[in-house]
């Protein structure tokens, strides 16, 4: 398989982030009207996340805020957004990252998106736990057993499979 140089899965990313900023900038204009509510999942070490060390310390990892009827100051750029909530009836500022939305969430219309966590390594780790593409199993050459090659006599890397080699008999 050829390599990703286009990296479409950061570029999908990017664009379902958009629709969490386009989502907050509505909220921020017109406020959030009917049922519409939403559950932001943030992780609380991604760079760039400030929020009191009290919250901090009750969500070292990750934690889920609810815009619904008592949120203020909702402030949004391309980049991050900041909001103010009630925590113990204390009013706190949360300033927050796209990049570090992890879930987004409007239960009013069963809407709902899931990130990769940032933490995560863009490839794993362990070599054993790596993705293993899969190969077509040997009747498959049978359907049609036409390879093609280069002037070289290398092997092309990719091969037609009939989906009959895959069906149940």
């Known amino acids: ?98 990049a570090a939305v992890r879930s987004f969430a409007d239960p009013s219309v069963n809407f709902a998106l899931e990130f990769a966590s940032a933490e995560a390594p863009a490839e794993p780790a362990d070599p054993a736990k790596a993705p293993v593409p899969l190969q077509p199993p040997p009747a498959a050459a049978k359907a049609g057993d036409t390879k093609a090659s280069d002037g070289d006599g290398e092997k092309q890397s990719a091969e037609v499979v009939t989906l009959d080699s895959f069906r149940k008999r």
């Open 1 to 98: 398989m050829a390599k990703d140089l286009f990296h479409y899965d950061q570029m999908v990313e990017q664009a379902l982030r958009g629709v969490v900023r386009d989502a907050l900038r509505k909220a921020g204009r017109e406020g959030l009207r009917s049922e519409h509510h939403f559950y932001i999942g943030f992780a609380t070490q991604f760079p760039g996340v400030s929020i009191p060390d009290s919250l901090r310390s009750r969500y070292p990892e990750e934690m889920t805020i609810v815009l619904q009827h008592q949120f203020w100051d909702l402030e949004i750029t391309e980049e991050n957004f900041s909001v103010t909530l009630s925590f113990q009836k204390q009013l706190e500022r949360l300033s927050i990252p796209l």
